[in-house]
């Protein structure tokens, strides 16, 4: 069987995307692809690395790249979720949008991510399925989850948005600048606290210029 076929019947098990065996397959997988990459990445090392049978990892997953996607899936969701959970009802505008850029782009630079975008890219023609997934749990998902964290500033009349999804987009794409960029592409170094806080600092002030509400004359 290669690793593309699909093994022993799934269905039982396919409703339970939580079970801990499930996280362990994945848990074992991300070492394995992180290591090894996509294409140098085989079912037994990662069943090894999980310590399960082959079989039971296809009890879960019918190939490498449906376990390379549901890899990509819960890191990219978990991670959309930990970056905005601020509690926008305190501070100032210009603090939480601090806060978030700031916990956006410390995440971004990390080394795991730039591995986990390059793997992506690399197999995103090859599985175009899985560059879509990684797209809509990362970049949209996050977006989505900023919106709605500007649409409670807006609500406090902090903000005037007139689409506030573009908005958000506009925002991280503005803390990134170059820096993740610079890293995808081969730069050994990262850019240190002090780099990332000016450009986050950068893109807010940016920001608030085009959407802080104006006070009434």
Known sequence: ?????????????????????RRDIIDGARRVFFDKGFDGASMDE????????????????SSKDELFE???LNDRARSAELLFEVDTS????????RRIGISFMTMMVQPDHIKLVRMVIGVA??????????????????????????????????????DDLAAAHLFLNMC????????????PVPPTPAQIAETVDRAVR????????????
Not at 90 to 97: K, N, Q, W, Y
Not at 206 to 217: E, K
């Open 1 to 21: 069987m290669t690793e593309s076929d699909t093994g022993p019947d799934r269905t039982a098990t396919r409703g339970e995307p939580e079970s801990t065996k």
């Open 46 to 61: 990662v069943a090894k690395a999980a310590g399960v049978s082959k079989a039971t990892i296809y009890v879960y997953f």
């Open 70 to 72: 549901a890899l990509v």
């Open 90 to 97: 305190t501070g100032d505008v210009d603090s939480v949008l």
């Open 125 to 162: 023609e090859k599985f175009p399925r899985v560059g879509r997934s990684f797209f809509e749990a990362g970049p949209c998902h996050g977006g989505r989850r900023l919106a709605g964290l500007l649409r409670q500033q807006a609500d406090l009349g902090r903000l005037t948005l007139d």
């Open 176 to 187: 990134q600048g170059m820096l993740a960029k610079e890293l995808l592409f081969g730069n």
């Open 206 to 217: 940016v920001f608030l210029s085009a959407y802080r509400t104006r006070p009434v004359n």
